[in-house]
């Protein structure tokens, strides 16, 4: 059991936002695809969430004129995991707008507070999210940069893989 796991009781959620490039992605780009892939041990992690935990899950990324996540998302499997996809070029926002984290709890369905937010950047997945009233998770696998300090209640994470003992539905 991580540190993670030890230090708080399960958070009660039914929606988990995710951003993509360093959160669920794997490191290298796939140049069939065009992308990163999938890391297939985030991909096992986000199946216990949605079909184990019944969490609804949302994607929330910044993409680039003509990026897409989707051929990463059907590479793995996934696609049909989640419930949408919020991603910044085709909406004309980008994070930490605060319209986009309005677009997540749109998509999500529920009260901010039953929303975790997860991700790799300490300003666009933790604060700007929580500001919004989200719970946040931030995805480190070499802990906090010198100088960081977490909002209060942000889980801190190495991989995708440990939130689904971190959670529980709403």
């Known amino acids: ?61 910044n993409t680039q004129p003509g990026e897409s996540r989707w051929p990463a998302l059907q590479q793995a499997g996934i696609d049909g995991l989640f419930t949408a996809a919020i991603l910044s070029y085709p909406l004309g926002v980008r994070k930490p707008a605060p319209l986009f984290y309005a677009l997540v709890l749109a998509a999500a369905g529920c009260p901010a507070s039953e929303v975790l937010f997860v991700g790799d950047h300490l300003e666009n997945d933790v604060a700007g999210p929580a500001r919004h009233g989200m719970r946040t998770a931030l995805v480190r696998p070499r802990g906090l940069r010198p100088g960081e300090v977490l909002p209060d209640g942000t889980l801190l994470i190495a991989h995708v893989r440990e939130l689904p003992p971190l959670l529980e539905i709403a």
């Open 1 to 61: 059991m991580t540190d993670a796991q030890m230090a708080v009781k399960p958070l009660r959620c039914r929606a988990v936002a995710l951003d993509f490039g360093g959160t669920i992605s794997a490191e290298a780009i796939d140049h069939l695809i065009g992308q990163k892939p999938v890391d297939p041990a985030a991909a096992a992690a986000l199946r216990v969430l949605h079909d184990d935990l019944g969490m609804r899950l949302l994607l929330g990324s």
